[in-house]
């Protein structure tokens, strides 16, 4: 009898608490305007974080919070995990693109920073903003302005990498994301907005999928939003004037990834994530705000 009493409580003390491992990304910034037809700056991605051995406690509720993506010109929203007996997770969203040409700007701090948009003014350089440690990379700067063929923004910064630089031929390009194997697929997330440009080479964002390119005035080169649930820039525009629109687009919005042991998943959540079976685990991947309880 005591030796069965003894095993129920041992039981259930160890039943108590189970680590998961997670995957938290916020909204991208949104790509600079594009003022007067010169290259504006790309939008930085959103922070991310990542790591195993995370402890629930069974029974307490995790609060997940998704951030959408910035606007054109504004930055992106926070993600994070958060929850009786865990340290919150918290990630910044993305910096936006400067805007360029009289509007000229600095690109914006967040989880990447955003690029620098284009000056007119000659070795007028607008600088990117700065990257959160730990969370993504600064955004690249502007070329010197002077004849209009060298207005070309900078590239909106990434988890795995800077933004490019403008050039006199060419935008900056996104800084590269950073790759995640946490569904039990390869997936690269959190890449920087390219950059504007008047009429040489816009910047790329996600070269898969063409998602988060700048836009480039002479032609029909629109600027694309960053992808969403990856936490990607968007592209910076090149001018907002005439019929000729080719302004900035918005970040792509943030995710949360929740890879559980299946032994211990309780299958209590809201917020409608999508639930996988991952060989021993169960993955919840919420693509808006939830909770799940342990």
Same mark, same amino acid.
């Given at each position: 009898?005591?030796?069965?009493?003894?095993?129920?409580?041992?039981?259930?003390?160890?039943?108590?608490?189970?680590?998961?491992?997670?995957?938290?990304?916020?909204?991208? $910034? #949104? !790509?600079?305007? /594009?003022? &007067? %037809?010169?290259?504006?700056?790309? =939008?930085?991605?959103?922070?991310?974080?990542?790591?195993?051995?995370?402890?629930?406690?069974?029974?307490?509720?995790v609060t997940v919070t998704v951030g959408g993506g910035g606007a054109v010109g504004t930055n992106g929203s926070a993600s994070s995990l958060s929850g009786t007996g865990i340290t919150t997770v918290s990630t910044? $969203? #993305? !910096?936006?693109? /400067?805007? &360029? %040409?009289?509007?000229?700007?600095? =690109?914006a701090s967040g989880g990447s920073g955003g690029g620098g948009g284009s000056s007119n003014v000659s070795g007028g350089v607008m600088v990117g903003g700065t990257g959160t440690s730990g969370e993504g990379s600064n955004g690249g700067s502007s070329n010197p302005g002077n004849a209009d063929p060298a207005l070309q923004g900078g590239g909106g910064g990434g988890k795995g990498g800077t933004g490019g630089t403008g050039t006199s031929t060419q935008a900056g390009h996104g800084g590269a994301g950073s790759s995640s194997s946490i569904t039990g697929t390869a997936t690269t997330y959190a890449i920087g907005g390219g950059a504007g440009t008047y009429q040489q080479t816009p910047g790329n964002g996600d070269t898969s999928d063409g998602s988060g390119k700048g836009a480039k005035h002479t032609t029909s080169g629109a600027a694309t939003a960053g992808r969403a649930n990856r936490g990607n820039g968007g592209g910076g525009g090149t001018t907002n004037?005439?019929?000729?629109?080719?302004?900035?687009?918005?970040?792509?919005?943030?995710?949360v990834i929740l890879r559980i042991p299946a032994a211990n998943y309780s299958g209590t959540t809201t917020g409608a994530p999508t639930v996988t079976d991952d060989g021993s685990f169960k993955v919840l991947v919420y693509n808006s705000s939830g909770s799940y309880t342990a």
């Amino acid at each position: 009898m005591f030796a069965a009493t003894k095993a129920f409580f041992a039981k259930a003390v160890v039943s108590s608490n189970y680590s998961i491992e997670y995957l938290v990304i916020a909204g991208g $910034g #949104g !790509g600079g305007l /594009g003022t &007067s %037809g010169y290259g504006a700056g790309g =939008g930085g991605a959103g922070g991310m974080k990542t790591a195993s051995g995370l402890t629930l406690t069974v029974g307490n509720v995790v609060t997940v919070t998704v951030g959408g993506g910035g606007a054109v010109g504004t930055n992106g929203s926070a993600s994070s995990l958060s929850g009786t007996g865990i340290t919150t997770v918290s990630t910044t $969203g #993305g !910096g936006r693109g /400067g805007d &360029s %040409g009289g509007n000229k700007q600095d =690109g914006a701090s967040g989880g990447s920073g955003g690029g620098g948009g284009s000056s007119n003014v000659s070795g007028g350089v607008m600088v990117g903003g700065t990257g959160t440690s730990g969370e993504g990379s600064n955004g690249g700067s502007s070329n010197p302005g002077n004849a209009d063929p060298a207005l070309q923004g900078g590239g909106g910064g990434g988890k795995g990498g800077t933004g490019g630089t403008g050039t006199s031929t060419q935008a900056g390009h996104g800084g590269a994301g950073s790759s995640s194997s946490i569904t039990g697929t390869a997936t690269t997330y959190a890449i920087g907005g390219g950059a504007g440009t008047y009429q040489q080479t816009p910047g790329n964002g996600d070269t898969s999928d063409g998602s988060g390119k700048g836009a480039k005035h002479t032609t029909s080169g629109a600027a694309t939003a960053g992808r969403a649930n990856r936490g990607n820039g968007g592209g910076g525009g090149t001018t907002n004037v005439s019929a000729d629109v080719r302004n900035g687009k918005a970040g792509g919005s943030g995710v949360v990834i929740l890879r559980i042991p299946a032994a211990n998943y309780s299958g209590t959540t809201t917020g409608a994530p999508t639930v996988t079976d991952d060989g021993s685990f169960k993955v919840l991947v919420y693509n808006s705000s939830g909770s799940y309880t342990a």
